[in-house]
């Protein structure tokens, strides 16, 4: 009797684990169904890219009207740039329709959210870096150097995986909040450089 | 290291896998398609996409849930979110295993039967080093020390695994795999409490080599576990306390196609050789591989580790072995419809060892040799239809080469569910407590028992059948039949006795287990064994022979709920039920653990761990009169990322 009321309270205790979470369903994002196909890490690479906009705070004045564009820029990494073209062709982040920019490292950014530097180009992030400062850009890297650089996220591939290290005071430099569910992901979060 | 695969994008081996995040039987999916992967990759949250799959680095293929075999996989998560604050805690997360605890810090662990704190039908390798003790062919489970952080999943195959693993994967494979340096940067505090232990770790992550462009990451962890006593029932302390101290390191870095990993652990632990239940130990171990993946697809590892393990234990094991090993992993480039990995290697092992007051080894000191050579071929008959035929052959010291082979088919059927049958053969090799073992009793004249001479393999051939239903994000399931013919098992003469292969027999089972994601933050786990065994001895065998085989119940179920209430704080409940034991009789129980967790800030994780939540206490394995109850726990843990 003794044993057979233990599982009862066992059995009300999982319901209401259950029930609490159905409860604070209704906050949650919808669910997404996981897609049991092939990718590369450039492919995972270009959806972060585009869904680090939803886990970033701009200031106002990062958009010039309410309707204006979000805008991705590419340095480098032509592959990249490629899958994110496809990856993100209308869609938006935060409301704003997505724009993705392919620029060479002497191009200047001024207008983007976001940029992301490709691997290749270890000798010019010093370079854009400086140029972005104080501007409310997203700059992410792929390169070991980069959050010491100034970058605000860096691309960390692991063995079979593509993770991302963050730097919240970076971000707060420029203007940028990064969300507490960023960081949660972040395989690392680095203090200021 | 970043962006290899990119390089060469249309090679055939850049298949990529999705590890469906949130699903408890979270395996890899295979790829099917790859041209709707932009529109659902986009549609991935940030956790979903950190848990993709991008390219595995070694020969030996990753099990995948459509892999013939019966697999459940374990994933570092899981056990985060688990209540588990060791290693064989965590292995109670999968449902093809047979957990008891038998007191302070140690287990019988096995699958499919066979269970015993001597259990010697499974095969468990720490990133690919094999753990178990050439004594007597099991682990020591207080030995394995993980810190629980550093695991990136638990792979648990029930049934035999021999062709790829080797001889003693009979009855499963436990295949502990430890996340890359990549994986843990930064600065990590993990410490639990309570009144019946503590666990307390920490972790650095850093990198190296930065302008040489290698990309090295490294860590470093150390972690003390203190154990109090436990207690019988009639409320008697158990002289099992013990404290362990385990330091590990790992460094990943690469150089083109090249991969290397440096990995090391060691430990030092128990309270005094006087005590048999917390006798004193230490060991330590090194191990090197050195990976190549190859633009035509091909690629190749090679592995090589020492491990030095003592353990002094005044009554039973007072031992000291040193393993050296060195393997090679091989995948080819063959046409497309066959997938072949072929590998060989050699370990040796020096086992020392000191008289006891029970056990005696003679000779003293033994060297121990295996070597093997296996080739696998994974064959596409059809699209559907994956045939896959494989042979090891592995020698050891005592018998010589024994065969392995196996057999597999995996047909997937229209609605992507997928049935596959198995045939195998597996063998456990002899070990010096078969061989060269006596059983000593003060006040007998003589040993009471003696290693056989003639004991040989014990044989196990073993036919398989399972379902796999249709994946999905949803509901995913998984149904295993298991008929396992043995022969020549451990059982000696009657009295004086001397260990011969006297008994024989079968088991037939089914395995079953699902998860339900109820809805985005809500997910139900549940599993369920069935086991019956029919094992007979000869007429002049030692009449507790068919008993020594394992003390196994003969069912077992779990269900486990996982939630998120909010943003900020998990609660997962897991409840499990064993069935009585026969011999010694252990009444059936049901101990629900549960783990209620909030996330106080991106860097801090605070939980309550109660385990055994409505049972102050009960035994899981041996006589109850005798036995450690096992009691309710609490726990206080603290998980913080130091910035």
Known sequence: ?193 | MRNTQSEHPTTPRRTVRFTALGLGLAGALHAACAQQTFASLADLSLEDLSNVRVTSVTGRPEVAQDAAASIFVIRGEDIRRSAATSLPEALRLAPNLQVARLNAGQYAISARGFNDSIGNKLLVLIDGRIVYSPLFSGVFWDAQGVMLEDIERIEVISGPGATLWGANAVNGVINIISKPAGDTQGTLVSALAGPDGSVVSGRYGGTFGGSSGSDGRFRVDATRRTRDNTQLRNGREVADAGTKDEIGMRADWSDGSDRYALIGNAYQGGRSSARNLAPEMSGANLQGTWGRQLSDGSNWSLRAYFDQARREDDFVYHERTRTTSVEFDHVPVTPAAHKVIWGAGYRRSRSQTDPTLFFHFEPATRDLNWSHVFLQDEIRVSDPLRVTLGLKLESNSYTGVERLPTLRAAYRLADNSSVWAALSRAVRAPARLDRDFFLFIPGFPGPVITGGPNFVSEVANVAEFGYRGPTNATLNYSLTAFHHEYDKLRAGHAAPTTIDNLAWGTTNGLEAWGSWRVSSVWQLSGGLLALNKSLHAAASAALSSVANLGNDPKSQWSLRSTSDLGRQVTLDVAVRHVSALPQPAVPAYTATDLRLAWQASPLMELALIVQNLFDPGHAEFQAPAAASEIPRSVFLSMRWRVL
């Open chain 1, 1 to 193: 009797m003794r044993r057979r009321s233990r599982a009862w309270l066992a059995a009300g205790l999982l319901a209401l684990a259950g029930g609490a979470a159905a409860q604070s369903n209704a906050a949650a994002q919808a669910h997404v169904a996981t897609p049991a196909n092939a990718a590369t890490a450039d492919q995972v690479k270009a959806a972060y890219l585009y869904r680090f906009g939803a886990y970033v705070e701009w200031p106002p004045g990062a958009f010039a009207q309410p309707d204006a564009p979000f805008v991705l820029a590419v340095i480098g990494a032509e592959r990249v740039h490629t899958e994110l073209l496809a990856l993100a062709a209308g869609r938006t982040v935060q409301g704003h329709r997505v724009i993705v920019q392919h620029l060479t490292p002497r191009q200047t950014p001024i207008e983007a959210h976001l940029v992301f530097l490709g691997g290749d180009l270890r000798d010019d992030v010093a370079g854009v870096l400086t140029t972005l400062q104080g501007r409310p850009v997203l700059v992410v890297t792929d390169l070991i150097e980069g959050i010491p650089g100034g970058a605000m996220l860096n691309f960390v591939v692991t063995t079979d995986r593509v993770r991302f290290e963050a730097s919240p005071a970076a971000a707060e430099k420029a203007g940028l909040k990064m969300s507490s569910r960023l960081l949660t992901v972040a395989v690392r979060v680095v203090e200021a450089p």
